[in-house]
């Protein structure tokens, strides 16, 4: 069974641009969820999908969205890219609505210059 | 709101050394609890779980049981390995909201 699978690993970015990262779940899941990693602020929560709904969103400004597809797909965006969102970003999926366990991808590293 | 604090790193032990890891959680409800282990450049992987009061989790040898009455998760292993440097976060499930806190991690070196 494949894991969850992010793409791209790593991006690097001009301030200003946009960018896209995409996940793709474990199969049969249907919960996506998507967290920030630095070094100053470890582990921080985005936003949390399900069935196509989010569900749930951290404290992040306007410019960070996502979006999740029929077939569980989900991918986030960045806009206005900013130095300060250099980071790791996380993508977790889960078939338990009540986030029993959590399953994540690799990652894709961004950096801003 | 809920939050997960854990022992600052790095923690640095020779092999076959006996770890401990502390954590500690605040949580309104009922929340399970859990290991991840990150190595490096990677994501996080799930190294083991609890769901509710007095469960022991376990995996690869480590361990951690959910205690309730101490709000604490502390991870276990009697015999670490070189293998076993990375870094492990505590985590907890909130259900209400469909999302994990996570602490501030904690960095293993273990020296051969």
């Known amino acids: 069974k494949a894991g969850v699978t992010q793409t791209p690993r790593y991006l690097i970015k001009t301030r200003g641009q946009q960018v896209t990262l995409s996940c793709s779940p474990i199969?049969?899941?249907?919960?996506v969820s998507w967290y920030q990693q630095t070094p100053g602020q470890g582990l921080q929560f985005l936003f949390e999908?399900?069935?196509?709904?989010?569900?749930n969103k951290g404290n992040f400004p306007g410019r960070f969205s996502g979006r999740q597809f029929s077939n569980s797909r989900s991918e986030m965006n960045v806009s206005t890219l900013e130095l300060g969102d250099s980071a790791l970003y996380l993508c977790?999926?889960?078939?338990?609505?009540?986030?029993?366990?959590?399953?994540f991808g690799q990652g894709t590293r961004l950096t801003v210059v | 709101g809920d939050s997960v604090t854990q022992m600052e790193g790095p923690v640095t032990l020779s092999e076959e050394a006996f770890l401990t890891i502390n954590c500690t959680y605040t949580?309104?409800?009922?929340?399970?609890l859990f290991w991840y282990v990150q190595y490096p450049g990677e994501g996080l992987q799930l190294l083991l779980k609890a769901t509710k009061a007095d469960d022991k989790g376990s995996n690869k040898g480590f361990e951690a049981t959910y205690r309730k009455e101490t709000t604490s998760f502390h991870l276990e292993k009697g015999s670490v390995q070189v293998s076993d440097s990375a870094v492990y976060f505590c985590?907890?499930?909130?259900?209400?909201?469909?999302?994990?806190?996570f602490g501030s991690g904690t960095k293993l070196n273990v020296k051969p």
């Open positions: 199969s049969g899941h249907r919960s």
């Open positions: 949580a309104t409800g009922y929340p399970s």
């Open positions: 985590a907890l499930s909130d259900r209400n909201f469909n999302k994990f806190y």
């Open positions: 977790a999926s889960s078939t338990d609505t009540r986030h029993l366990e959590a399953f």
């Open positions: 999908y399900f069935s196509e709904t989010q569900r």
